[in-house]
């Protein structure tokens, strides 16, 4: 037990920490931060297949609630860095809780359902193995102790064989709710941002709101075949442009609805606007080829 909530695997990793493995284990955890997420679906939205972009996103962000919503009633504090050898000090910074590990948890959320998509036996071993990294990395940086992991991998699990199914039947309907489902679902949204004051939660929140109205409630552009060197090029051409205008909202107050509002925009220019530019812009191109 002392393994799973104390300090020993610390103690034990730091017997054999490198700066090598240090650098190795940074670039491990970043892939389990929501901007790699982010900057991932939204190429698989733009170019590969958009109902199952969408159903990944909408993962991600369920996850994320629930993820959250744990941190905030578990409420543990993560290791002491001066019991610990602590590397990574960006959770510690913005006051998130220990239990359970989100990294861990969307982690297994994201490539379990990219290896059910993709349906290799060798995709599924390299998804198996980056979320091991992943998790380990979390111990390595000593931000989270392994009962962490474990609650982390074990609610990921259960997020994505529960949440999956139900998803995949909603995408049928071009994710369409009713009157009355939309307006709990995004009264809901906005109350989780504001109620809680955690800056995750408007993250979160403003993710599913610009996901509504981006790839839901307003019109799509259809979608354009194109050659892998085309589909290099927008990909590459749509991420630069959302970098850009993410760059302004650097200097936006971090409050709740600001956040709120800056995330909602953003995912309103990368799932409708970039789409409506390509698509003016490819569609007489191709009708002259």
Known sequence: MEFLTGYAVFHWIATWATPACD???RAAT?????TFYYLTIAPLFWIVDRRRACI????ILASGYINTLAKLWVHTPR???QLARV???RPYQTGSNAFPSGHAQIGVVFWGYLAWWVGRPWFTGVALLVVLLISFSRLYLAVHFPI???GGVFLGTVSLVLLAPVFERWSHSNFRLGAAATGLLVAGALLAAVASTDLTMSLISGSLLGFLAGAVWLPQAPPLLRTARQSWASATLGLSLLLVASL??????RAPLWV?????????VALWCYPQLMHRVAAPVRERL
Do not use: A, C, M, S
């Open 23 to 25: 650098v190795f284990f």
């Open 30 to 34: 970043d892939l389990g931060y929501p």
């Open 56 to 59: 990944l996103f909408l993962l």
């Open 79 to 81: 290791p002491d860095p």
């Open 87 to 89: 590397l990574d000090f």
């Open 148 to 150: 962490d992991i474990v």
């Open 248 to 253: 302004p909202l650097q200097w936006l107050p």
């Open 260 to 268: 709120l509002g800056q995330v909602t925009l953003l995912w309103i």
